[in-house]
Nanobody, 128 residues
């Protein structure tokens, strides 16, 4: 049974930084794709960054490219999202997700339809 546990986030002023963490257990590292999504009430869940744990390939949405960085720890059990230059429009509930996807496809920041394992979500608030 794959489990994803999130931590980090909360509140920051515009221009500040936050780091989110997501610890996975029960997964097979070499073929596992993990991603970060965010959702604003009334809107669809947006994929913003993805990473294949086995190969290390990454992908980003245009909305966060150059500001956010996805990474993993050496044990390949914890996924991070370093968020810099945060803006009020980054305010959302952030979710980590995972599933067994190919390396190349994982790097395209697949939609939420492709992920069956989800973290509990972390609210991020950015004030102006």
């Amino acid at each position: 049974l794959v489990r994803l546990q999130q931590s980090g986030g909360v509140s920051v002023q515009a221009g500040g930084s936050l780091r989110l963490s997501c610890t996975a257990s029960g997964h097979t590292v070499t073929s596992y794709c993990m991603a970060w999504f965010r959702q604003i009430p009334g809107k669809e869940r947006e994929g913003i960054a993805s990473m294949h744990l086995g190969r290390g390939n990454t992908g980003y949405s245009d909305s966060v490219k150059g500001r956010f960085t996805i990474s993993q720890d050496n044990a390949k059990t914890t996924l991070y999202l370093q968020m810099n230059s945060l803006q009020p429009e980054d305010t959302a509930m952030y979710f980590c997700a995972g599933d067994y996807l190919g390396n190349a496809f994982c790097a395209t920041t697949p939609s939420s339809d492709y992920f069956n394992h989800w973290g509990q979500g972390t609210q991020v608030n950015v004030s102006s």
